[in-house]
T-cell receptor, first 114, second 119 residues
Framework: GNSVTQMEGPVTLSEEAFLTINCTYTATGYPSLFWYVQYPGEGLQLLLKATKADDKGSNKGFEATYRKETTSFHLEKGSVQVSDSAVYFCALRDLNSGNTPLVFGKGTRLSVIA | GAVVSQHPSRVICKSGTSVKIECRSL??????MFWYRQFPKQSLMLMAT?????????EQGVEKDKFLINHASLTLSTLTVTSAHPEDSSFYIC???????????????FGPGTRLTVL
């Protein structure tokens, strides 16, 4: 079946540091890949997505590239801010398999300190 | 963008009572909605897939008689936690699948979640 593995947290960084959160996936089909963010006390928000190999999703300074050869979709940001403190979830969904739901990784908590 | 609402956002109830959580897609129709449960500091666990006009499909290990799902219209799905107990305390999140039209076609949109506390 499909699954997502992302690096364990928590991750603590100083403001303006470089962020990488690793994500790898296993899929039987050809999935679309997503990063969601959950700010404290809130629901999930789509951060970025990529639907095919070599696509780069980007938003709010975050980016991730769909790497089919390494089955990865690592999240990066060049300079984090305190406001980026949240839990980040990597997810996949096979859009060609009917109305199947997103499959999530376990989430990585990021804390950015001033 | 597409909006999904959940009501209530927080609920506290006594053990043994039932609680209903509503999930609405406000600006699109959704034949399919999903219900997730999130434990503290953990990922989202899919509980069931809700299909408009038919029975929900539950994931293995989820008690269908305890977590009743009704998807009576294309914009509303409800989750009723029956005879709630403290171990049912959790964060419940719904998601609606936008299946027609627009740039967000076939994308899942999430509600803000409902925090249930059972005393």
């Amino acid at each position: 079946g499909n699954s997502v593995t992302q690096m364990e947290g928590p991750v603590t960084l100083s403001e303006e540091a470089f962020l990488t959160i690793n994500c790898t996936y296993t899929a039987t089909g050809y999935p679309s890949l997503f990063w969601y963010v959950q700010y404290p006390g809130e629901g999930l928000q789509l951060l970025l997505k990529a639907t095919k190999a070599d696509d780069k999703g980007s938003n709010k300074g975050f980016e991730a590239t769909y790497r089919k050869e390494t089955t990865s979709f690592h999240l990066e940001k060049g300079s984090v801010q305190v406001s980026d403190s949240a839990v980040y979830f990597c997810a996949l969904r096979d859009l060609n398999s009917g109305n199947t739901p997103l499959v999530f990784g376990k989430g990585t908590r990021l804390s950015v300190i001033a | 963008g597409a909006v999904v609402s959940q009501h209530p956002s927080r609920v506290i109830c006594k053990s043994g009572t039932s609680v209903k959580i509503e999930c609405r897609s406000l600006d699109f129709q959704a034949t399919t909605m999903f219900w997730y449960r999130q434990f503290p500091k953990q990922s989202l666990m899919l509980m069931a897939t809700s299909n408009e006009g038919s029975k929900a499909t539950y994931e293995q290990g989820v008690e269908k008689d305890k977590f009743l799902i009704n998807h009576a219209s294309l914009t509303l799905s409800t989750l009723t936690v029956t005879s709630a107990h403290p171990e049912d305390s959790s964060f419940y999140i719904c998601s609606a699948l936008r299946e027609r039209g627009g740039p967000s076609y076939n994308e899942q949109f999430f509600g803000p979640g409902t925090r249930l506390t059972v005393l």
